[in-house]
């Protein structure tokens, strides 16, 4: 019942910008730490950026042109990306920890969202 829904993939020419969403639901107090992941094919999934209280961190290779923030009351996440290259080709996905209400807290993942970026 618990899910995180990512949105907001495409296909973007370079040098365009798109904004992804991971909306939270199923009885959530709140969003702990969030964080964006990727995976491009016969790659690794690594860590793109992160969100908490206080902090965001970014991989070197988003540095300057992706954006993490969230909206507590709306209990999503978004991920702004500019100045797309084709190297940002990948599924991404959202990574959070849920305060659930009744549940105390726990880790989910969202399914994945598409992001192509042409030449």
């Known amino acids: 019942q618990v899910q995180l829904v990512e949105s907001g993939g495409g296909l973007v020419q370079a040098g365009g910008s798109l904004r992804l969403s991971c909306v939270a639901s199923?009885?959530?107090?709140?969003?702990?730490?969030a964080g964006w992941y990727r995976q491009a094919p016969g790659k690794q999934r690594e860590l793109v950026a992160t969100i908490t209280s206080g902090n965001t961190n970014y991989a070197d290779s988003v540095k300057g042109r992706f954006t993490i923030s969230r909206d507590n009351a709306k209990n999503t996440v978004y991920l702004q990306m500019n100045s797309l290259k084709p190297e940002d080709t990948a599924v991404y996905y959202c990574n959070a920890v849920l305060w659930l209400r009744g549940r105390g807290e726990d880790d989910y993942w969202g399914q994945g969202t598409q992001v192509t970026v042409s030449s």
């Open positions: 199923g009885g959530i107090l709140k969003i702990n730490t």
